[in-house]
T-cell receptor, first 110, second 115 residues
């Protein structure tokens, strides 16, 4: 069965460190998305990609970057982790709107 | 900033009861998605509605998109414990590919169905 997988599932790091969260899909969808989910804010779009070499900023992109070198992967990088970036991060894909979500990465920044 | 208000925030009912979750906005959406999320997992897409007045059924779940495409509802008939979870609505604005992923999410409704 096709999947969308995120790793790691949990991570604790310190402020100022660079962190990369992985997202890998076997659906072969062009569209991939990164969201963060926080109490009181719901799900918010960080970055998205509509295909290889295409990346775009979402609503809350400051402090984050993505790259899309192939169809399967959209890694999310926190350049210099801040405590405000403690959250649960979800990767999603779809042929148009998000259809499949990964199970999330719970990131704690101390 | 577009807002999507979901109500109620919490719903605790007995197995076999019916329920309705509402999603309201002052903004017009080109499409609206409903997702269900369980603890420790990502949201799962249940349905997408795109036409004003549209009604879609998924077994015991009935989804309706308002005529003006500003609101939506999810009705569950004869709820079961397996329906327990967080229900999220999410609206998209704009047409075509440039709207993909740019969803306004509601805060969610936490549904608990007791056996």
């Amino acid at each position: 069965d096709a999947e969308i997988t995120q790793s790691p599932r949990h991570k604790i790091t310190e402020t100022g460190r660079q962190v990369t969260l992985a997202c890998h899909q076997t659906w072969n969808h062009n569209n991939m998305f990164w969201y963060r989910q926080d109490l009181g804010h719901g799900l918010r779009l960080i970055h998205y990609s509509y295909g290889v070499q295409d990346t775009n900023k979402g609503e809350v992109s400051d402090g984050y970057s993505v790259s899309r070198s192939n169809t399967e992967d959209l890694p999310l990088t926190l350049e210099s982790a801040a405590s405000s970036q403690t959250s649960v991060y979800f990767c999603a894909n779809g042929s148009n709107q998000p259809q499949h979500f990964g199970d999330g990465t719970r990131l704690s920044i101390l | 900033t577009q807002l999507l208000e979901q109500s109620p925030q919490f719903l605790s009912i007995q197995e076999g009861e019916n329920l309705t979750v509402y999603c309201n906005s002052s903004s017009v959406f080109s499409s609206l998605q409903w997702y269900r999320q369980e603890p420790g997992e990502g949201p799962v897409l249940l349905v997408t509605v795109v036409t004003g007045g549209e009604v879609k059924k998924l077994k015991r779940l009935t989804f309706q998109f308002g005529d003006a495409r500003k609101d939506s509802s999810l009705h569950i008939t004869a709820a079961q414990p397996g329906d327990t979870g967080l229900y999220l609505c999410a609206g998209a604005q704009g047409a075509g590919g440039t709207s993909y992923g740019k969803l306004t999410f509601g805060q969610g409704t936490i549904l608990t169905v007791h056996p």
